[in-house]
Nanobody
Framework: QVQLVESGGGLVQAGGSLRLSCAAS????????IGWYRQAPGKQRDLVAR???????NYADSVKGRFTISRDNAKNRVYLQMNSLKPEDTAVYYC?????????WGQGTQVTVFS
């Protein structure tokens, strides 16, 4: 069973930065991919950024150039550095891992950006 625990969300003014952290149970090498999704009220859950087991990354167009995903293999953690935050980035951010064709989710962390 994979467990994912997010942290680092909060309230920030537009233009500010936050770093989200996702702690995974077990080695993140075992995941085909691990990353971040977000869901705003009344909207679907969308991919924000993802990194594969071989280090390939992809980002939603809306966050390219502002967000950076990275991982610390020794700590089994994945991070999302979010800079130049905008009010439209407000959402619950979920860590997601893909392993053997199964999706695993964390409980989510709230990010609120005010102008």
């Amino acid at each position: 069973q994979v467990q994912l625990v997010e942290s680092g969300g909060g309230l920030v003014q537009a233009g500010g930065s936050l770093r989200l952290s996702c702690a995974a149970s077990g080695s993140i090498f075992s995941f085909a991919a691990i990353g971040w999704y977000r869901q705003a009220p009344g909207k679907q859950r969308d991919l924000v950024a993802r990194i594969t087991s071989i280090g390939s990354t992809n980002y939603a167009d809306s966050v390219k150039g502002r967000f950076t995903i990275s991982r610390d293999n020794a700590k089994n953690r994945v991070y999302l550095q979010m800079n130049s935050l905008k009010p439209e980035d407000t959402a619950v951010y979920y860590c997601n891992a893909l392993k053997w064709g199964n999706d695993y989710w964390g409980q989510g962390t709230q990010v609120t950006v005010f102008s």
